[in-house]
């Protein structure tokens, strides 16, 4: 499948649907590829933001942060996914609000 019809999917997709299909996807062994990507991608944020010849370069600087952060962010919501919290309310799903 294209990359552009699997956008079109995912773009339809509703809440449930979403919520269903990744609680799913967690569960396959082959989503560690998926996984290792984004902590590839994480490290590369960090490695970048780190390197000497960026130091007075904020605007670089600030954008490596941000790409690390929003890894950070997906790899916490990919792990409540995973590892679902015990109380009442699942906040490892995607809601509406």
């Known amino acids: 499948m294209k990359y552009q019809q699997m956008e079109a999917m995912a773009r339809g997709l509703s809440t449930e ?5 990744l609680k799913g996807i967690v569960a396959d062994q082959r989503f560690a590829a998926v ?6 991608q994480k490290e590369m944020a960090a490695d ?9 370069l904020h605007g670089m600087l ?5 790409v690390r952060y929003g ?5 916490g919501r990919i792990k409540a996914i995973c590892e679902p919290p015990r109380k009442r309310g699942d906040r490892g799903v995607i809601s509406d609000q």
């Open 71 to 75: 890894m950070i962010e997906l790899e």
């Open 17 to 21: 649907e979403l919520n269903d299909s």
């Open 35 to 40: 996984l290792r990507l984004i902590l590839d």
């Open 62 to 66: 600030a954008h490596a942060a941000g």
């Open 48 to 56: 970048g933001a780190s390197q000497l010849k960026f130091a007075e």
